[in-house]
């Protein structure tokens, strides 16, 4: 059974940094890739980043340069590191991981955390 918990969300001002947690247990979660993506209200839920097993890094255009995504093997953790944060980041964020090969569908992600809530205010 999979299981991912997220952690590390908050209220925040625009510029600032926070960094997310998500703590995996199961196979799944040291096989695959994972990845965190986020969604707004009234949105669709949408990529964020993604690190291999390897650790090989995907990112959105809007973060690039300003989100680092990370693994701790040994924990079976990974992190997002968010600096610069602005408005339109507010939004909750999900860790996912699974087998799929499209590195930025939701569809292909089996496993999902609950969710942690940023919120960036201007």
């Known amino acids: 059974q999979e299981l991912l918990v997220e952690s590390g969300g908050g209220l925040v001002q625009t510029g600032d940094s926070l960094r997310l947690s998500c703590a995996a247990s199961?196979?799944?979660?040291?096989?695959?890739?994972m990845a965190w993506f986020r969604q707004a209200p009234g949105k669709e839920r949408a990529f964020v980043a993604r690190?291999?097993?390897?650790?090989?890094?995907d990112y959105a255009d809007s973060v690039k340069g300003r989100f680092t995504i990370s693994r701790d093997g040994a924990k079976n953790m990974i992190y997002l590191q968010m600096n610069s944060l602005k408005a339109e980041d507010t939004a909750v964020y999900y860790c996912?991981?699974?087998?799929?090969?499209?590195?930025?569908?939701?569809?292909?992600?089996?496993?999902w955390g609950q969710g942690t809530q940023v919120t960036v205010s201007s």
């Open positions: 996912a991981t699974g087998a799929g090969s499209r590195i930025t569908a939701a569809q292909d992600y089996d496993y």
């Open positions: 690190i291999t097993y390897r650790g090989f890094t």
């Open positions: 199961g196979r799944a979660a040291t096989t695959y890739s």
